[in-house]
C-alpha cells in the first residue's frame, strides 16, 4: 500500500484548503482511512477518520469546519478544510488500515497572514 498526499499550501486565516490522498496497491473499500496531522513540537493526532460505509469522526478542533471524504473508485481520500486557523498549522498524513498502519509522506499546511 502506497499513500501519497497532496493538496497543502499557505492559507490565510479564514481561508480554505482541499487535501488529497491517493492510495495505490492493495486497497479495500471495507478498511478504515483517516488523515492525521502534526505539528512542530506535537505529537501527532487525529484529525478526521473514514470507515466502510461512510461513517465519519472528527477530532473536536476541527468538527464544523473540516469534512473527510473517499472515493472508492479512484482509491482517493480528500479532507475538505474550511475556516482555517493557525493552530491548523500542521503536516497533515493520510493514512490506510487493514491491521496494520500505512502512512503517506505528508503534505504542509501552513495558516498564517
Known amino acids: 500500500v502506497q499513500l501519497q498526499a497532496s493538496g497543502g499550501g499557505k492559507v490565510q486565516p479564514g481561508g480554505s484548503l482541499r487535501l488529497s490522498c491517493a492510495a495505490s496497491?492493495?486497497?479495500?473499500?471495507?478498511?478504515?482511512m483517516g488523515w492525521y496531522r502534526q505539528a512542530p513540537g506535537k505529537q501527532r493526532e487525529l484529525v478526521a477518520v473514514?470507515?466502510?460505509?461512510?461513517?465519519?469522526n472528527y477530532a473536536d478542533s476541527v468538527k464544523g469546519r473540516v469534512t473527510i471524504s473517499r472515493d472508492g473508485a479512484k482509491n482517493t481520500l480528500y479532507l475538505q478544510m474550511n475556516s482555517l486557523k493557525p493552530d491548523d498549522t500542521a503536516v497533515y498524513y493520510c493514512?490506510?488500515?487493514?491491521?496494520?498502519?500505512?502512512w503517506g509522506k505528508g503534505t504542509q499546511v501552513t495558516v498564517s497572514s
Open positions: 493514512n490506510y488500515y487493514d491491521g496494520v498502519q500505512y
Open positions: 496497491g492493495s486497497i479495500a473499500s471495507i478498511n478504515a
Open positions: 473514514i470507515s466502510s460505509g461512510g461513517k465519519t
